[in-house]
């Protein structure tokens, strides 16, 4: 018969156990007799999930060169763009958008942080398939998520409350909307704070925002998509000289890229951007990281002329993995 718990001999600590608790508390205490203190409580932090345009690379029926060996490797492809924002003190993490490649960037987002389950909170920028139609795995097919909490702009509350399959999300309670207005802060926790800003682009279903996110003494602007930047009332000028670092909208390199009517698909071009902010100091420049990039754009091959062009401009391009401690 097998003795009950309360049979079994009490369990001391292994030796070696009991050692490395001795050691650490002599580290800790050493450590505050020197002056160190305690230690510091690890700062917040973004990272970036994903960088390329809404439709991801490769693209679906490309048969250029900018997609041939992301169709025979897979891990030389990229993700769509997105970024994660983690507390490492209280293991919370959200995403700004959910995107077709949310299964995998929810899994590294949580690997972060030995999470599980919805992220804390999505933060949705606007209703293009790439920026919110991975809401879709929280839903009854997949996740079943209960209450994932969606912060939206208001036409973005009406679309998806409006329209199938979201609105079944809605409806069946695996995501509740919650409300963000143009210009005021959302604080995620005591720590953590963001705030969406209005920007012009093809606003078929719902507005478009960019976002300020800032902990600390930092803050950093995730700026995926916009029309050219003299359709703006801000001067994107000033968007970088507010915060540490400004990802902005990267999606083409320059004209002529992709065959068709590119007036139609109006993003400010790398080139175009360079240009403009060609004249800002060196320090100003080197806070500007160009994401959000079509399978066209020849940055994509981080050691083209291309992407060598816009180095040596001063200034930087995404990529999945960058971290920026908001301390
Ligand atoms: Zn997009
Ligand atoms: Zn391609
Ligand atoms: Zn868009």
Redesign the pocket.
């Known amino acids: 018969m097998r003795p009950l718990e309360d049979d079994l001999p009490r369990r001391r600590p292994r030796w070696g156990v009991r050692r490395v608790l001795v050691v650490a508390a002599c580290a800790c205490a050493a450590a505050v007799l020197l002056g160190a203190g305690p230690p510091a409580v690890p700062s917040p932090y973004v990272v970036v999930l994903g960088i390329a345009?809404?439709a991801g690379h490769p693209q679906a029926e490309c048969a250029g060169e900018c997609c041939a060996s992301a169709f025979n490797d897979p891990s030389s492809g990229h993700s769509v763009?997105s970024l994660g924002i983690v507390d490492p003190a209280s293991g919370e993490r959200w995403l700004i958008d959910a995107t077709p490649d949310f299964p995998r960037q929810l899994r590294s987002l949580n690997e972060l942080v030995d999470g599980r389950g919805a992220p804390d909170g999505i933060l949705l920028?606007?209703a293009?398939v790439?920026?919110y139609t991975g809401l879709m795995h929280l839903g009854r097919e997949a996740m079943g998520a209960a209450d994932a909490v969606v912060h939206v702009m208001p036409k973005m509350k009406t679309y998806l409350s409006g329209n199938g399959p979201w609105s079944q999300l809605v409806r069946l309670g695996n995501i509740r909307l919650a409300p963000m207005a143009d210009g005021r802060w959302v604080r995620l926790n005591e720590r953590v704070r963001v705030r969406p800003f209005v920007v012009p682009h093809r606003d078929e279903f719902s507005e478009t925002v960019g976002f300020v996110v800032e902990a600390g003494a930092t803050k950093v602007a995730w700026l995926?998509?916009i029309d050219k930047w003299s359709t703006w009332r801000k001067p994107v000028e000033e968007l970088v000289a507010e915060v540490d670092v400004a990802w902005i909208d990267g999606?083409f390199f320059g004209d002529g890229e992709v065959r068709r009517d590119m007036a139609e698909i109006p993003h400010p071009f790398i080139v175009e951007s360079m240009q403009r902010l060609g004249a800002l100091s060196a320090e100003a420049r080197a806070k500007v990281r160009f994401v959000?990039f079509n399978h066209s754009n020849p940055v994509l091959n981080d050691v083209g002329p291309e992407a060598e062009a816009v180095r040596s401009g001063g200034f930087g391009l995404a990529a999945e993995g960058d971290r920026v401690e908001l301390r």
């Open positions: 345009q809404d763009a920028t606007h293009h790439g920026h995926p998509d999606t959000h």
